[in-house]
């Protein structure tokens, strides 16, 4: 396979089906000892992805959640002053 010039391949058919590779679906690359290696993300590893989203939407809007703050009234905050 060839890699375009914007990184992508195509993993081709026999390879997806073996792998249970569905379009959609979650991967994560690895490299180790001068190998890159693709792998089916872990349950462990999508459960960890989806809580930290689930955090971050959570905290989406707090940091102007009070509009009568100014910048140094927020750094003050931040650095405990």
Known sequence: MRLSSDGQVTIPLNIRLLAGLQ?????????????V????????????RNRVLALVRQAKG????NLDMRVDDIMQLTRGD
């Open 62 to 65: 707090c940091a102007t959640a």
């Open 37 to 48: 290696w693709l792998a089916s993300e872990s349950p462990e590893t999508s459960a960890e």
């Open 23 to 35: 379009p959609g679906c979650e991967v994560e690359f690895k490299f180790d000892n001068g190998r």
